[in-house]
T-cell receptor, first 112, second 115 residues
């Protein structure tokens, strides 16, 4: 059974700092991996999606990497801002058409 | 394009009562998902539809939960009777097709409190 773990559970940093969020999964036979952002009381916003054949994806200040063989992904946030404060969720998909399996998330707080 | 619409946004009910949630996916999205997110946890799949057929309902507590997607568009999730442990956010998501490459779009969710 696939399990997705995110470390740390919570993180507080001052504005401007670069940071890394970690995600690990137990079954490396995945189809793709997706990073989401969730603001309090809101739904999930997709940040980056990495197919199993890809090593990384970038969007603005965000960079997500995937090492499928070791069952790990990282989300790198450059020059953090208070607006980045949210919960970040990692999710994997085993096959096309199957549902996402989520980790519990990392709650990020960026202070000004 | 319009996003995934869900209603109501909030609902408070007493245990043993019934409740229903509604979801309108993005136009043209064939696949629809209902997830349950308990406070402090990641979302957990309840049921997945492809058009109006059920693809996966293995984690749906069928003794109290039911869902339907009439005409392959809107969907309704019902709980009857509700228990305290059903307090959670219920998220609806949709994607273009089962072989979706570009990921899901989630609605804002319905926050259910059972007292």
């Amino acid at each position: 059974k696939q399990e997705v773990t995110q470390i740390p559970a919570a993180l507080s940093v001052p504005e401007g700092e670069n940071l890394v969020l970690n995600c690990s999964f137990t079954d490396s036979a995945i189809y793709n991996l997706q990073w989401f952002r969730q603001d309090p009381g809101k739904g999930l916003t997709s940040l980056l999606l990495i197919q199993s054949s890809q090593r990384e994806q970038t969007s603005g200040r965000l960079n997500a990497s995937l090492d499928k063989s070791s069952g790990r992904s990282t989300l790198y946030i450059a020059a953090s801002q208070p607006g980045d404060s949210a919960t970040y969720l990692c999710a994997v998909r085993h096959q096309a058409g199957t549902a996402l399996i989520f980790g519990k998330g990392t709650t990020l707080s960026v202070s000004s | 394009e319009a996003g995934v619409a869900q209603s109501p946004r909030y609902k408070i009910i007493e245990k043993r009562q019934s409740v229903a949630f509604w979801c309108n996916p993005i136009s043209g999205h064939a696949t629809l998902y209902w997830y349950q997110q308990i406070l402090g946890q990641g979302p957990k799949l309840l049921i997945q539809f492809q058009n109006n057929g059920v693809v996966d309902d293995s984690q749906l507590p069928k003794d109290r939960f039911s869902a339907e997607r009439l005409k392959g568009v809107d969907s309704t999730l019902k709980i009857q009777p509700a228990k305290l442990e059903d307090s959670a956010v219920y998220l609806c998501a949709s994607s273009l097709q089962q072989g979706e490459v570009y990921g899901y779009t989630f609605g804002s969710g319905t926050r259910l409190t059972v007292v």
